[in-house]
């Protein structure tokens, strides 16, 4: 379940900073927003490798 959270975790801040991007015209938040979004990418493609190594492991 800690794979959950960390995907939740990142959700999370990543939302108050797109917030502050596009309500609030924070650049400085576009740029965590960015940062966030790239390591959404890396987790999710480290989950779909474990997904796919369980499934072949039985």
């Given amino acids: 379940m800690s794979r959950i959270e960390e ?9 108050e900073d ?14 965590r927003a960015r940062k ?3 390591e ?3 987790l999710s493609q ?3 490798i474990e997904i796919q190594n369980i499934k072949n492991e039985g």
């Fill in 7 to 15: 995907v939740k975790n990142l959700m999370t801040e990543l939302e």
């Fill in 18 to 31: 797109l917030e502050k991007f596009y309500d609030k015209g924070n650049k400085a938040a576009g740029t």
């Fill in 36 to 38: 966030q979004l790239q």
């Fill in 40 to 42: 959404l990418k890396k």
């Fill in 46 to 48: 480290d989950i779909r």
